[in-house]
């Protein structure tokens, strides 16, 4: 429980990251249209929606367009995060993340 939260809240810290999961609330979207729409690189956005996807925020699906392209579609899983102080008491019992290690 508390490395997950820990890996939640370090992966929407960042900006870049925010504007994406706002950008995909608003429905499944490819790479190549979401770079677009957020002015990012390829590049970037790829390094982010792995962060996310890794965090479990949100999830990827390869298609086949009409003319046989791959395209890689992003949404975002439904997810809540209600901070609480006894909450952080319960997830700090339960870290396994040594200090130092999210540098």
Do not use: C, W
């Not at 990827?60 to 890689?72: N, P, R, T, V, W």
């Amino acid at each position: 429980m508390g490395d997950d939260l820990v890996r939640v809240l370090a992966t929407l810290s960042n900006p870049h990251r925010l504007r994406v999961v706002a950008a995909l609330a608003g429905g499944r979207n490819y790479v190549s249209r979401l770079a677009r729409e957020l002015d990012i690189s390829r590049a970037l956005l790829q390094v982010h929606l792995k962060k996310l996807e890794a965090a479990g925020l949100v999830s990827s699906q390869l298609e086949l367009s009409e003319d046989g392209k791959a395209m890689k579609f992003y949404e975002v899983n439904p997810f809540s995060v209600h901070l609480t102080p006894e909450l952080i008491v319960s997830a700090v019992e339960t870290l396994t993340i040594e200090k130092g290690s999210l540098g």
